[in-house]
């Protein structure tokens, strides 16, 4: 299992270039499943869960082909399964975006239930309550979910009320109503930009989506989609990271090729909290620690606009820094505060109250061995291993590799002084030995 040596201490110093959200790439891969034509998607980022889910294309039918890195042309003529196994769904949940489009185009699906994670429950009762409102058969066989369209052939557009936002389920929605027969309605849909960003994909492949991006979805099924070009936007997530990398470290760092707007909040937050955020033009930020250090606020995680839960445990690392008591609250997933009991290791003042972490700072952090639980928590803890004196290892790096391209390169080049060990030992974790490595 490969994991990271950090040396904290340094001030990290130059140019990042944000990658493609792979929030984004995931269920737009998914959508290519929707036309025999060929998808096209540039701006992919090189993260393991993106291999995973050209895997699960494959293993479909479908053709994927790369002629550059970050370029993926999916073809998806000749679908001759319709099933997301388990194999694959328990190692990335995001492979039950699969489910509405393989639903819409071929009239049947079959994914398996994720089961829980290492941040909570996280069921997918919404998409198929979703799903059987347009019409389809959901029964559950076997630890799988077995879902028909009606006997048509086509889903039938209808009004879809979710009782909570969530972001997948809005997708697999959006992706299924595409191809229904007439209007279906989503309300109280999610409001992520990659929920604008699967929708302008969808547009140009032929389908009549409005109002994504906002709380109403409308969308007018259509008989067939078509091929298309579509560039991923950049990830807010490790855009969010950097400035935090920039703040925690005392240094100075510019993002190119970020979307400051999908970021809003989060900027704002850090900017009451003493980092100073320059807007250098509408895909570049520079962000350095104000003088006078850093300041404890607090932060509610709450769907988007609001502040990201895929924020939060890179913003607890940055409290431990800042002067007086800070409260973070994690509404969106109810495990969610792994990295905290890691960060204690370090040196941290963190006490865990429910659904809240009070962080007490400012706190010297120094090295210790640590372990990455989930892929924000590993983020978090390099950010604290960055910020910590001493020597940081941080084990099961695996699932930082699942999001964020090249991280420890990017640090290194503005800096930081960090190394992967690799370790080609036996390893009994599924997740790690069956996933491709990324150098
Ligand atoms: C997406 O997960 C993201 N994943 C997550 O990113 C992100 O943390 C999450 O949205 C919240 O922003 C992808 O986009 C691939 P949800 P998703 O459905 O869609 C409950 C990362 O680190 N819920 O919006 O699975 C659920 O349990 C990851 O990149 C139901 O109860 O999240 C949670 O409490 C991790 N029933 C809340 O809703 C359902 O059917 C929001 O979950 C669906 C969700």
Redesign the pocket.
């Known amino acids: 299992m490969d994991r990271f040596h950090i040396r904290g201490g340094r001030a990290l110093k130059g140019l990042v270039r944000i990658s493609g959200a792979?929030?984004?790439a995931?269920?737009c891969m998914a959508a290519a499943i929707l036309t025999p034509e060929t998808v096209t998607l540039h701006n992919v980022p090189y993260v393991r869960?993106i291999i995973t889910q050209r895997r699960l294309l494959e293993d479909l039918g479908a053709t994927v082909l790369t002629p550059e890195l970050r370029t993926h042309k999916i073809t998806a003529a000749h679908i001759e399964l319709f099933e997301a196994p388990y194999e694959l769904v328990k190692t990335?949940?995001?492979s039950?975006?699969a489910l509405g489009p393989l639903l819409a185009r071929f009239g049947q699906a079959k994914v398996s239930l994720p089961g829980g994670?290492a941040?909570?429950?996280?069921?997918?009762?919404?998409?198929?309550?979703g799903l059987e409102v347009l019409g389809a058969q959901v029964s559950l066989e076997s630890g799988y979910v077995v879902a028909r369209a009606p006997a048509s052939g086509r889903l039938r557009g209808a009004e879809v009320n979710f009782?909570?936002?969530?972001?997948?389920?809005?997708?697999n929605l959006m992706m299924a109503a595409a191809l229904a027969e007439g209007q279906t309605i989503l309300n109280n849909a999610?409001r992520?930009p990659?929920i604008a960003d699967l929708a302008e994909l969808l547009n140009r492949m032929g389908a009549r989506v409005r109002g994504a991006g906002t709380s109403v979805i409308k969308i007018d099924g259509v008989e067939g989609l078509g091929g298309a070009e579509h560039t991923i936007i950049p990830d807010r997530?490790e855009t969010g990271t950097f400035l935090i990398a920039a703040a925690i470290t005392g240094g100075e760092l510019e993002l190119k090729d970020c979307v400051p707007e999908h970021s809003g909040v989060l900027i704002a937050k850090l900017r009451e909290a003493g980092v100073e955020i320059e807007e250098i033009n509408r895909s570049t930020l520079r962000a350095r620690c104000r003088d006078g250090g850093l300041k404890a606020r607090d932060i509610m995680?709450e769907?988007?606009p609001r502040f990201?839960?895929?924020m939060q445990a890179q913003y607890m690392a940055l409290m431990t820094q800042a002067e007086g008591r800070s409260t973070i609250t994690e509404t969106?997933?109810?495990n969610?505060f792994m990295h905290a009991s890691e960060m204690q290791r370090m040196g941290a003042r963190i006490g865990i109250e429910g659904h809240t972490a009070i962080v007490e700072g400012p706190t010297p952090l120094t090295g210790a061995r640590v372990q990455a639980s989930?892929?924000?928590a590993s983020a978090c803890l390099v950010l604290a291993g960055l910020a910590a004196e001493g020597e940081t290892v941080i084990e099961r790096v695996y699932h930082i590799d699942?999001?964020y391209e090249k991280i420890e390169d990017k640090l290194r080049k503005v800096g930081a002084d960090i190394e992967r060990i690799r370790e080609s030992v036996a390893v009994n974790s599924e997740q790690e030995s069956s996933a491709p490595v990324i150098a």
């Open positions: 792979k929030n984004s995931l269920p869960d990335m949940r995001a039950v975006l994670c941040i909570g429950t996280r069921p997918i009762d919404l998409h198929l309550r009782d909570k936002v969530t972001v997948t389920g809005t997708e999610a992520e990659e997530i995680t769907p988007h990201p839960t895929d969106i997933f109810e969610r989930d892929l924000r699942r999001g």
